[in-house]
């Protein structure tokens, strides 16, 4: 994606917390997501946050945005082997509905 | 379920032959992007219909191009084929919501190109 930037690998221990980093460069960007891909699959919506937005709970999953620094993480809690799958973060700026995405954290989880 | 049905999953076409990727959306989005994902890569903005118009359209040349029809389906062209072609297509449609939902997106047509 267009400078949106992902760390390549993330290894955990099921029921341990998993947090994937993401930084974006446009200031401009009103909201950011997280998409998850599992093999074979299409890209599933996780959780958004808007720009005006510092942290966003969703059951085990937090988003916190440093807008300053232009960075996005994802937190899961209680990390289970049916959360690996590969996450990518997107933003979308101003210009119509077009996302950028980052190339994804492969998220690995070992039992 | 995705609501979001793309066809074929998988297809095989020879460098510089024509291929057609066909997307079925969710009644009622009026909006479809179409993405390109090569392997290890996020997807890529082809370009984005509206009402059955382009506007928007990424760093992909005029050999692809796209089609939208009323019934909320649509079609990914690609004319001469080349090896960097090969990748995951995603179909990506959404209503006016879509600033706050995101796009639901298709499984994917996967295309070699050989």
């Known amino acids: 994606g267009e400078d949106v930037e992902q760390s390549l690998f993330l290894s955990v221990r099921e029921g341990d917390s998993s947090v994937i980093n993401c930084t974006y460069t446009?200031?401009?960007?009103?909201?950011l997501y997280w998409y998850k891909q599992e093999p074979g699959a299409g890209l599933q919506l996780l959780t958004y946050?808007?720009?005006?937005?510092d942290m966003k709970q969703d059951q085990r999953l937090t988003v916190l945005l440093n807008k300053k620094d232009k960075h996005l993480s994802l937190r899961i809690a209680d990390t289970q082997t049916g959360d690996s799958a590969i996450y990518f973060c997107?933003?979308?700026?101003?210009?119509?509905?077009?996302?950028?995405f980052g190339s994804g954290t492969k998220l690995n989880v070992k039992p | 379920e995705t609501g979001v049905t793309q066809s074929p999953t998988h297809l095989i076409k020879t460098r510089g032959q024509q291929v057609t990727l066909r997307c079925s959306s969710q009644?009622?989005?009026?909006?479809v992007s179409w993405y390109q994902q090569a392997l290890g890569q996020g997807p890529q903005f082809i370009f984005q219909?509206?009402?059955?118009?382009?506007?928007g359209r990424g760093n992909f040349p005029p050999r692809f191009s796209g089609l939208q029809f009323p019934n909320y389906s649509s079609e990914l062209n690609v004319n001469a084929l080349e090896l960097d072609d090969s990748a995951l297509y995603l179909c990506?449609?959404?209503?006016?919501?879509?600033?706050?939902?995101?796009?639901?997106f298709g499984s994917g047509t996967r295309l070699t190109v050989v």
């Open positions: 997107a933003e979308r700026r101003n210009n119509f509905n077009k996302f950028y």
């Open positions: 446009d200031s401009s960007s009103t909201y």
């Open positions: 219909y509206y009402r059955e118009e382009e506007n």
């Open positions: 009644s009622g989005h009026n909006t």
């Open positions: 990506a449609s959404s209503s006016v919501d879509a600033v706050l939902y995101g796009y639901t």
């Open positions: 946050i808007f720009s005006n937005m």
